[in-house]
Nanobody, 117 residues
Framework: QVQLVESGGGLVQAGGSLRLSCAAS????????MAWFRQAPGRERALVASITGSGGSTIYADSVKGRFTISRDNAKNTVHLQMNSLKPEDTALYYCAASWLRDYDYWGQGNQVTVSS
């Protein structure tokens, strides 16, 4: 069982930066692929970025490539999403998620990010 707690969201002007953090409890954190998803009003939840257990491989949505960076610290059971050059269309509820084998089985509570124009 893994519990995920997100922090770091908020309100920022377009062009600004925010850093989301996700703290995980439970064992074997380094065995989980971790990811950030987001859901904007009226839209489906979508993958933003993911990172493998070792941190050696990452995947990004096309819309955030070059602006967002996912990272993890397995010694501290944390995963981060550094978001730069934010745009109003990045406004959404951001979720941290953990995958053991294939599906994302564990989810955080969601953290609001609002980018004003």
């Amino acid at each position: 069982q893994v519990q995920l707690v997100e922090s770091g969201g908020g309100l920022v002007q377009a062009g600004g930066s925010l850093r989301l953090s996700c703290a995980a409890s439970g064992r074997f954190f380094s065995s989980y692929t971790m990811a950030w998803f987001r859901q904007a009003p009226g839209r489906e939840r979508a993958l933003v970025a993911s990172i493998t257990g070792s941190g050696g491989s990452t995947i990004y949505a096309d819309s955030v490539k070059g602006r967002f960076t996912i990272s993890r610290d397995n010694a501290k059971n944390t995963v981060h999403l550094q978001m730069n050059s934010l745009k109003p269309e990045d406004t959404a509820l951001y979720y941290c998620a953990a995958s053991w084998l294939r599906d994302y089985d564990y989810w955080g509570q969601g953290n609001q990010v609002t980018v004003s124009s």
